[in-house]
């Protein structure tokens, strides 16, 4: 089973990718992009909703398994979503066009070798990062996704990460 990651990117924000359009002839398939919406509490204080305004996102199979199962892709392209506080209607952007290779492993856990920016929103307790919605950037970084569904963030040296709830609650 594969997870996506939770905000822009695929379970994008790493949100839900879906199932994929036919792939080009190239070698190269389309992945369909979703607006998201979070409950408040779940990854800010507020409910939020991310609309993309931006979003070209395309894999491509690099190896296979045996069996004929994905093992790595390689995933690239814009993607960009407008992010509202439902409760103020401020918003911010969430960039998620980062390149990914990303390897699957048969126990349902992934790599994602990433360079560029990532949306990624987490609940409580689901990464080593804390709850919220987060703009990843750097040269080279990795986002492990457990069986389980945990998210391990391994920053390299030049990596940022800016939780963006606090750019939509003028408050904090």
């Not at 390897?103 to 856990?109: H, P, V």
């Not at 920053?155 to 963006?164: A, C, S, V």
């Given at each position: ?97 980062s390149s990914a290779i990303i ?70």
């Amino acid at each position: 089973m594969r997870r996506w990651v939770t905000v822009t990117m695929a379970t994008a924000l790493l949100v839900g990718a879906g199932t994929s359009a036919q792939a080009a002839d190239d070698g190269w398939t389309p992945v369909p992009v979703q607006p998201f919406e979070r409950a408040a509490g779940v990854v800010c204080d507020f409910a939020v909703k991310g609309d993309p305004i931006v979003a070209d996102i395309k894999k491509r199979t690099l190896t296979r398994y045996p069996d004929g199962t994905v093992r790595s892709e390689l995933w690239t392209g814009p993607l960009v979503y407008r992010v509202t506080n439902e409760s103020t209607g401020a918003q911010t952007t969430l960039d998620g066009s980062s390149s990914a290779i990303i390897t699957y492993n048969k126990d349902g856990s992934s790599k994602w070798y990433l360079s560029g920016p990532l949306g990624v929103a987490i609940p409580e307790g689901k990464s080593n990062l804390p709850r919220g919605l987060w703009q990843v950037d750097g040269p080279a970084y990795t986002l492990t996704l457990s069986a389980t569904g945990f998210e391990t963030l391994n920053k390299g040296p030049r990596t940022t990460t800016e939780n963006i709830c606090s750019r939509l609650d003028p408050l904090r």
